[in-house]
């Protein structure tokens, strides 16, 4: 059971804490100039009329921080902006401790569970508004609960942490600020999956805003949709609720009210060359000296075509603090020489993932004859034996890594020997040999055929703006046909890549990087190992009749997948920490015996650069989306000397 009535689980000294509330100087908040200007002209209320009663306190890193200045910042290709919950948009009602150990008070003044873990009461901070002036309260708890959970014609897929069963959890309203969560079987693991990255709904819906795009609550939702461009008050308020899509929640959303550090004045998809967030007046945390956060004034986000583009801006000083889709082993060096140059040096990402790449079959396929085929576990063994890993690993890595499929790091007690290395010893006869037994005829060029006599071609279809995967496929395409496989890869937009795999299923293969390697964040992320959410990109279909069996794209797993989700399940319903260890255990053993998906090598320890300006950077931190990299270390907390 895991309690947080007004109390902090707090990580070490080098880390920012979230403080109790406390009445020190309830009399002596201080706010930054540009707003006591807004509030001395009448066009803002007066600082102690826009805090909660008790708001937020942080401690920062290093040092009470200076207001001013601009964040800069970049986002890479049209599809990316999920990175946003990384840098301005992760205020759940529960965030991450910033050395992942678990779960601290953000949004939620006070978070309780019962002793069955299955009832929750949740209290709001009194007083707390959106970035408009607006109250936000539990009517938009209920407003989200209504429209957007339990809603079939909005039908928005996901939040499984709200549902146990396959029924959404039981809501209550108490007040203004408290309701009660209610599932009908233990739910364990609630605390923590609410403060995923994009998992919690309930701090990012305000009713006064989206009601007008709902035909419950205006019955002329539907002209108003059609005066948009939409065709129906559906896919208006799907698309203004953005919660079906982390690129549509972002996208043209500057009239719509949040509760971050920095509101965008200039959205994604409202400029071409960049967005701007600035600072939110109505920002509910502040420092220990009573001053109200962010230090900084705006993050100005450069719009980048690619990750070559980004490392030149970076090279030249334009970028404060990155590393996705830069901080690749052989940009290292690069970055490395061109620290003088560019005013910044570097901070320590600690592994977390699954693996450098992970190689995703389409095992929904709608080819019926790819998806048999996919499903085999002999032809992915095969593949994953075709595979000269040390070579890619000493080309592409720098010789950083071991051969080792997507799994836990050996350090963690979850690690699963069978899991970590089956079918990564290279062996290109082997490989043959058991291609042999499921496509043993070729044509002309000495490429398989399949069961209908067709050329087998597998594209791999990858975001182009992940570099170090268009490096790695360089080598990949040859080994895979050395054992006649037509592989091909197919580099595409990030916006397209969503749309195509994450969304679709007539892609044959893909591949991608995260999947957690460890502790809670395989317990919360377990992608590879049990088809749970749409990052299990192996099995649409499967994942859907997990969340939703009735969905009408859903299709019901083998029962081997079965078993895996029943065992998700009993995980999430599992309380106390040593019984959740054991029943991931028994999963990731599952996970062995079914190998849904096949990688590189582990990931080492990464890098990401901060101009030396920078301050209250967390120096060493996890890398992960789950964990929101840099999120969970406070950015309202960061500040230029």
Not at 132 to 149: N, R
Not at 191 to 218: G, M
Not at 426 to 452: G, H, I, T
Not at 562 to 577: E, F, G, V
């Amino acid at each position: 059971m895991i309690k947080l009535k007004r109390r902090a689980f707090l990580a070490g000294t080098s880390a920012a804490f979230i403080l109790p509330a406390l009445p020190v100087f309830t009399a002596d908040f201080k706010e930054a100039d540009i707003l006591k200007t807004k509030v001395s002209s009448g066009a803002l209320p007066a600082l102690k009329d826009r805090l909660p009663e008790n708001p937020l306190i942080v401690k920062p890193v290093e040092s009470v921080g200076k207001y001013g200045g601009d964040w800069n910042m970049a986002l890479v290709g049209g599809g990316s902006l999920s990175m946003l919950f990384r840098y301005q948009a992760y205020e759940p009602l529960l965030r991450y401790t910033p050395d992942w150990s678990g779960v601290t008070l953000n949004v939620a003044e006070a978070f309780d569970s019962d002793a069955d873990s299955k009832v929750y009461t949740i209290r709001l901070r009194k007083g707390m508004k959106w970035s408009d002036g607006q109250p936000y309260t539990t009517a938009d708890v209920k407003f989200w609960y209504d429209t957007v959970l339990t809603d079939k014609r909005v039908a928005v897929t996901g939040q499984g942490h709200w549902k146990s069963g396959g029924k959404p959890a039981k809501l209550d309203i108490v007040d203004e600020q408290t309701f009660k969560v209610t599932f009908d079987k233990p739910n364990g693991m609630f605390p923590l999956q609410v403060a995923w990255a994009n998992s919690d709904h309930t701090t990012r819906c305000p009713k006064h805003y989206l009601e007008q795009f709902h035909i419950d609550y205006n019955p002329k939702a539907d002209e108003l949709a059609k005066e948009r461009g939409f065709e129906s008050w559906i896919v208006a308020f799907q698309a203004a609720s953005g919660f079906q899509d982390d690129n549509a929640f972002f996208l043209n959303s500057s009239k719509k009210p949040c509760l971050h550090a920095w509101m965008f004045t200039v959205a994604p998809g409202e400029n071409t060359e960049r967005a701007i967030a600035e600072r939110n007046p109505y920002y509910w945390k502040v420092d220990t000296e009573g001053n109200q956060l962010p230090y900084m004034d705006r993050i100005v986000y450069q719009m980048v075509a690619d990750p070559q583009v980004l490392l030149l801006k970076t090279m030249q000083g334009e970028v404060d603090l990155m590393d996705q889709y830069i901080a690749t082993p052989n940009n290292k060096s690069v970055l490395y020489d061109a620290r003088e140059q560019g005013g910044y040096d570097f901070y320590t990402l600690t592994s977390t993932e699954a693996n450098v790449m992970n190689f995703i079959f389409n095992l929904n396929h709608n080819d019926e004859t790819k998806r048999k085929l996919f499903r085999n576990k002999d032809f992915r063994a095969a593949l994953s034996t075709a595979l000269d890993r040390q070579a890619l690993i000493d080309a592409v890595l720098v010789g950083q890594g071991a051969p080792a499929q997507p799994s836990i790091k050996k350090e963690d007690p979850l690690y699963n020997e069978q899991l970590a290395t089956q079918f990564t010893a290279y062996d290109v006869d082997k490989a043959n040999a058991m291609l042999d037994q499921l496509l043993p005829k070729r044509d002309d060029q000495n490429f398989r055929l399949d069961e209908k006599g067709r050329r087998l071609t597998i594209i791999f279809e990858v975001d182009q703006a992940r570099a170090i995967f268009l490096d790695l496929f360089q080598l990949v395409i040859p080994m895979f046909q050395a054992v006649g496989i037509d592989a091909q890869m197919r580099s595409m937009d990030r916006s397209l890549w969503e749309t195509r795999v994450r969304q679709g299923r007539d892609f044959d293969a893909t591949a991608h990087q995260f999947g957690a390697n460890g502790g809670i964040a395989a317990m919360l992320d377990p992608r590879y190992y049990v088809p749970t959410d749409s990052n299990a990109m192996y099995a649409p279909a499967w994942q859907l009749w997990y969340l939703d069996p009735k969905n009408a794209n859903a299709e019901e797993p083998p029962e081997e997948t079965k078993k895996q989700l029943a065992l998700y399940d009993k995980l999430k319903a599992t309380s106390d920490a040593a019984g959740q260890r054991e029943i991931m255990k028994e999963l990731l053993q599952g996970a062995a015996d079914n190998f849904y998906v096949f990688g590189i090598s582990q990931p080492p320890d990464g890098y990401g650069i901060v101009k030396n300006n920078m301050k209250n950077i967390t120096k060493t931190m996890p890398n992960s989306f789950g964990w929101p990299t840099p999120a969970p270390t406070m950015p309202e907390q960061f500040y230029k000397a």
